[in-house]
């Protein structure tokens, strides 16, 4: 079974929502980052709302990135998704534990500690968009929440949750993000805030045993499902990108690296694949650069 986000409207459309089951990305990005619980819930949470953000441009090589710059133990967080809901990051510390929170869960907010979360949209234009605003907890989802309500305008809900099993693999993943639209009348913020109100966690829901369509459905009233969409964690690196990152560092550096003798390594920080290059293809790449 694999990761799936479903995206749509309720209430007369006066509603939008996005919903994912991410469990399978967040263990692959566990698996990658070789993160502690705490971590991995940190990065997972990120990764999740970055699939669902993703997905909210016009154009397919819409590429959107969030990044939390926090002063806590985990130091920055940045996930990276495509209008496909592929996603990929990266965190700083990944073997950070605190103790748990009085109701029992992971201490996210004090591993990401305060500072500022920022949304980058690069949408093809010669400059991105970044919206940014301070960390309201450094729980991530309320940060998303107050994000959109501050530098978007859009009265939002979000929630995000990451389940850690005892052998430390992923056990429950997803989370949801649902927004006013403008014309939202008084009787359908209302009834989605009560609805709001009453809902326990996505992870509880998941496991519930309910889907991630089933978990909407207990919240959203005349919901119409647009479009699913299948959640991976994917990365567009290849030997090409890399080549070109070794051109971009210059010929000076270039020819250092070659004078040395010896194969030069490049490490993916996003998916963990190593790239080598030998002493001739470094010297090749001197020639045709
Ligand atoms: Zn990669």
Redesign the pocket.
Known sequence: MSDTMIRGTAFGKEVRFFAADTRETVEEARRIHDTWPLCTAALGRLLTAAAMMGTMGKNEDDVITLKIEGDGPVGSITATADHNAGV?GIIYNNHIELPLKTNGHLDVGGGVGRGMISVIKDFGMKEPYVGQTALYSGEIAEDLTYYYAESEQIPTSVALGVLVDRDLSVKQAGGFIIQMMPFASEETIAAVEKKLSEFGSVTDEFEKGKSVTEMMESLLSDMEIEETILVSYS???SRERVRKALVSIGRDELEKLYDEGEPVNLH??????DYSFSHEEIGEIIVSS
């Open positions: 990929k990365c567009n690196c993916c920080d996003f998916c963990g694949k």
